[in-house]
């Protein structure tokens, strides 16, 4: 059985006893589990035990052939569609084959045959059967009434549905007139419209009838002709729905269409008509309100006239489906011009008006949904700030945990590099560890502008320092990765500073906090170009306010990326990215009263630019 991990069952009645275990072992082969029986009389005892998916006989045989065994299975309602095939010998038996088919048979086949022939036999019959099994359910389950007739309006089938309706076991109901099967009130036009079948070829009729209760019922009659390969009328389906609450209902609609304009005139929402062509019919007051057109000047506009341009396609094909029949009601939104000029968004509703089942108009709703694009955009912008606030909250609680740790590695390193300071004498050792000094001291600063990043603490006391200098150092303190470890990698990296307002570049900051924004960029660039080249950072001044530009020539910022690349935990770098070097980068700039933009196409390269207000040194005053 298709689709449960059971073996179909398959039994084979056959008195040659060779032929018999051929088949047999071939099918069991096949993977099909087989009953075997000698004759006819056997098999039916075998299948009326087994049940078996199929049954497979020779024509001829004793104590019941293959002929009887067809007939009797038939006759059994448990085993009546159960497929059958007859094994014939070649031309020998053609006649009993005919007649075997037309006891009931559904194949034959032809012996000796091939094995491989009789399997492809077999499993063609038995996909049949399934697939007829599985349509017969459906007829079967369906609440509609789905019945055959002949020609002379005698029944010739009929499933549970109409079964249930009738009141009547089926194989009563099987002969009887469909008018009386059905209880018709007025049977000639049931007549009239069978007649009507055989030049139009199907046709639909709502009669009165009876159901079992003797309760008056409204059935709607599908109905279309059966053809023989020769294309001659051999009989009538149909298919009938019980439509008494449709027609209730309509009638209720019917009786109370006063009282249903009066509400469409006092609704909210814009209630509307169109004719095909597109021109509107009818409009009630609320459209009025919203368009500002009255409903007669309206009815001289075609939609195009309403409907914003950019919209009009999204209509077009809303329409074209409808009107083929793919969507019974359509909702989209879309944004209409009013009289004044004004852009409102609505929501439609739309579907068709028939009319004896032609579409006639279109009918639509439109609600002004300009307060929901409000407030929906306003809650979009609560989730954005709450999902920031998450991601500060997180931060500090990240930081909060590492600090101290971390503040204590930091400890040991600056102690020993002091330490070491004290006991040098060589120049050259000095400056280095002076450098190492300023990291490990920079390093215990960023540990703290990171606990600080998400939670609100006192900033730190700014002084006077020379913006250049703090670019100077940051290129000092990179040098070992753009020098060092590059010529070890065979690259090559040209990293310069260019002042154009020397001397006039002091600004009121942190030192340690703005060396960490200009060594985050420059190491951003050096990411950036993984083959070398060059990154290049200009001071100048504009006005009362100093400006770094921070430029390289790597492959460039999509622009998807560039509107977030200063977002807390967004990195492009994968596993090595923490998503925050920007991010940190960004809070202390704006914390010193500067600006910072970024200007990057693809495979142009890529500049920060760095604004900051000038100190004066008049003043002496931090920031």
Request: aromatic fraction near 4%.
């Given at each position: 059985m298709e689709g449960t991990g059971v073996p179909d069952t398959i039994l084979i009645a056959n008195d040659a006893p060779d032929q018999l275990a051929l088949a047999a072992v071939v099918l069991r082969q096949a993977g099909y589990r087989v009953i075997e029986a000698a004759d006819g009389r056997e098999a039916l005892a075998h299948a009326r035990r087994a049940h078996p998916a199929l049954i497979i006989s020779d024509v001829l045989m004793p104590y019941g052939d293959g002929i009887e065994l067809t007939r009797a299975v038939r006759a059994d309602p448990r085993l009546a569609r159960t497929p059958i095939m007859l094994v014939s010998a070649q031309r020998k038996d053609a006649a009993d084959v005919v007649e075997g088919l037309a006891a009931g048979a559904d194949d034959y086949l032809e012996a000796p045959y091939e094995p491989l022939r009789l399997v492809a036999q077999v499993a063609r019959l038995l996909e049949r059967a399934a697939v007829e099994a599985h349509y017969r359910d459906l007829v079967e389950q369906t609440s509609d009434i789905i019945y055959t007739h002949d020609l002379e309006n005698r029944l010739t089938s009929i499933n549970t549905a109409g079964v249930l309706f009738t009141g009547r076991r089926r194989e009563e109901l099987i002969g009887l007139g469909v008018e009386e099967v059905f209880g018709c009130a007025d049977a000639a036009q049931l007549k009239e419209a069978v007649r009507r079948l055989r030049s139009e070829g199907a046709g639909r009729e709502q009669l009165e009838c009876k159901n079992a209760g003797g309760e008056t019922r409204w059935l709607e009659f599908n109905q279309s002709l059966i053809c023989d390969y020769r294309g001659m009328p051999t009989g009538v389906r149909g298919i009938a729905r019980d439509v008494t609450e449709r027609r209730r209902t309509e009638e209720a609609l019917r009786r109370s269409e006063e009282h249903a304009r009066a509400l469409i005139e006092t609704a909210h929402d814009v209630i509307y008509t169109l004719d095909l062509d597109g021109r509107y019919t009818s409009l009630n007051r609320a459209g009025e309100r919203l368009t500002g057109y009255t409903s007669a000047e309206l009815q001289r506009l075609n939609w195009r006239e309403l409907v914003a341009p950019e919209y009009v396609p999204l209509v077009e094909q809303m329409m074209a489906r409808k009107l083929a029949g793919a969507e019974a009601i359509t909702f989209y939104e879309l944004e209409i011009v009013t009289r004044d000029g004004r852009r409102i968004p609505v929501e439609l509703s739309t579907q068709l008006i028939r009319e004896d089942g032609r579409a006639v108009s279109i009918l639509g709703i439109a609600r002004d949904i300009s307060e929901r694009r409000r407030v929906e955009a306003e809650r979009r912008a609560m989730i954005e700030q709450h999902a920031e606030l998450e991601k500060m909250r997180s931060l500090g609680q990240l930081s909060a945990g590492v600090a101290h740790n971390f503040n204590n590695v930091l400890a040991a390193i600056l102690g020993r590099t002091q330490l070491l300071?004290?006991?040098?004498?060589?120049?050259?050792?000095?400056?280095?560890?002076?450098?190492?000094?300023?990291?490990?001291?920079?390093?215990?600063?960023?540990?703290?502008?990171?606990?600080?990043?998400?939670?609100?603490?006192?900033?730190?006391?700014?002084?006077?320092?020379?913006?250049?200098?703090?670019?100077t150092d940051a290129i000092q303190l990179t040098r070992t990765r753009w020098e060092t470890e590059a010529r070890a990698a065979g690259l090559d990296y040209d990293v310069r500073f260019v002042a154009d307002g020397a001397g006039a570049d002091t600004v009121s900051a942190s030192p340690s906090e703005l060396r960490e924004v200009f060594v985050n960029l420059i190491l951003n660039a050096l990411d950036a170009m993984p083959a070398g080249g060059r990154v290049e950072c200009r001071e100048r001044r504009e006005g009362e306010q100093l400006v770094v530009e921070v430029a390289d020539t790597g492959a460039g910022i999509e622009p998807e990326l560039r509107a977030r690349i200063f977002e807390p935990f967004f990195t492009t770098k994968g596993e090595q990215g923490t998503g925050l070097g920007l991010a940190v980068s960004y809070g202390i700039v704006k914390r010193h009263g500067g600006e910072i933009e970024v200007a990057s196409e693809p495979g142009a390269g890529t500049t920060f630019t760095l604004r900051f207000p000038a100190h004066d040194d008049a003043s002496g005053q931090g920031a």
């Open positions: 300071l004290r006991a040098a004498t060589d120049e050259r050792q000095r400056r280095s560890l002076q450098v190492i000094e300023t990291a490990a001291l920079d390093a215990a600063e960023i540990v703290r502008r990171i606990q600080t990043f998400a939670r609100s603490t006192p900033p730190a006391r700014f002084q006077p320092v020379s913006l250049g200098a703090l670019v």
